[in-house]
């Protein structure tokens, strides 16, 4: 089935630092959500955006929606321990009403 | 408040086997999806329903099938397993619109054997 595009698979950063994700897709969405999914547990909402251009911030993670709607991005700004896990970045467009998921990345934080 | 509940948490089957995966949603949610998720991969959509009447279908086989209860829990339905099938099953119920208010249950694990 279409997955958007998340890359690298994994990464690997330092207590403290920021990181960026980014999120592509070759359909328009009319929702871009981002979730965070830790082991044994379900994908948690962290932000969803619903407009063109739109920038939501929720705490230290930062989320736009790009002018395109083709594409979207999260950053995560002076990371912490708690920050690992799997993020995944879906689109909605409503119809099948249906989200469809990139197939994640992994973020790991050295303390 | 509870939050979506799925039940087994864990399950083993045999190739050729059926199962049945419940889930009951946030209380007062009318619409519950399923999502399949293999290791590795982000959720695939399987079905979508919303006051018992099917709304959304994925690209999955006729084995695969569901339904909505009055009090709006639902079951996810698999007959003749095959060893593809092992995979986290997730269920997500919402109120409606906008489609950030999906959430997202913590799965059933299938194993097929």
């Known amino acids: 089935g279409q997955q958007l595009n998340q890359s690298p698979q994994s990464m690997f950063i330092q207590e403290g630092e920021d990181v960026s994700m980014n999120c592509t897709s070759s359909?328009?969405?009319?929702?871009w959500l981002w979730y965070k999914q830790e082991p044994g547990e379900g994908p948690v909402l962290l932000i969803a955006l619903y407009k063109a251009g739109e920038l939501t911030s929720n705490g230290r993670l930062t989320a736009q929606f790009g002018i395109t709607r083709k594409d979207s991005f999260l950053n995560i700004s002076a990371s912490i321990p708690s920050d690992v896990g799997i993020y995944f970045c879906a689109g909605f467009t409503g119809a099948n009403s249906k989200l469809t998921f990139g197939k994640g990345i992994t973020l790991s934080v050295r303390p | 408040d509870a939050g979506v509940t799925q039940s087994p948490t864990h399950l083993i089957k045999t190739r050729g086997q059926h199962v049945t995966l419940r889930c009951s949603p946030i209380?007062?949610?009318?619409?519950v999806s399923w999502y399949q998720q293999v290791l590795g991969q982000g959720p695939q959509f399987i079905f979508q329903?919303?006051?018992?009447?099917?709304?959304g279908r994925g690209n999955f086989p006729d084995r695969f099938s569901a339904r909505q209860f009055p009090n709006y829990s639902s079951e996810l339905n698999v007959n003749a397993l095959l060893l593809g099938d092992s995979a986290l099953y997730l269920c997500a119920s919402s109120g409606g619109q906008p489609a950030g208010g999906y959430t997202f249950g913590s799965g059933t694990r299938l194993t097929v054997v």
């Open positions: 359909s328009i969405f009319n929702t």
């Open positions: 329903y919303y006051e018992k009447e099917e709304r």
């Open positions: 209380s007062g949610h009318k619409s």
